[in-house]
Nanobody, 126 residues
Framework: QVQLVESGGGLVQAGGSLRLSCAAS????????MGWFRQAPGKEREFVAG????????NYADSVKGRFTVSRDNAKNMVYLQMNSLKPEDTAVYYC???????????????????WGQGTQVTVSS
């Protein structure tokens, strides 16, 4: 199991940027697939971005492609989500998730991930 703690959320104007961080504990982190998900009020949790254990492959939701970048630093047990050109529709609670998986595929279903952080609120004003 990996324990996850997100940080970096906040209030930003449309067009602005934020960088979310996810600190992981546990030796399994470097062999874990990592994902970022978000959930807006009244909506289902949705996949935002993911990165394989090595960082060699990433995947993004169509709604954030070209604006968000996921990265990881296995030496520091950290995963990041750089969010640029933010839009009001990006407003949500953002969650970091992990699954022990040393494969080369980024799964987009929330049910695949077994470890979750508590979430961090991102609010984009128009």
């Amino acid at each position: 199991q990996v324990q996850l703690v997100e940080s970096g959320g906040g209030l930003v104007q449309a067009g602005g940027s934020l960088r979310l961080s996810c600190a992981a504990s546990g030796r399994a982190f470097s062999s874990s697939l990592m994902g970022w998900f978000r959930q807006a009020p009244g909506k289902e949790r949705e996949f935002v971005a993911g990165i394989t254990w090595s960082g060699g492959r990433t995947n993004y939701a169509d709604s954030v492609k070209g604006r968000f970048t996921v990265s990881r630093d296995n030496a520091k047990n950290m995963v990041y989500l750089q969010m640029n050109s933010l839009k009001p529709e990006d407003t949500a609670v953002y969650y970091c998730a992990a699954r022990y998986d040393s494969g080369a595929f980024v799964y987009v279903s929330a049910t695949y991930y077994g470890s979750w952080g508590q979430g961090t609120q991102v609010t984009v004003s128009s």
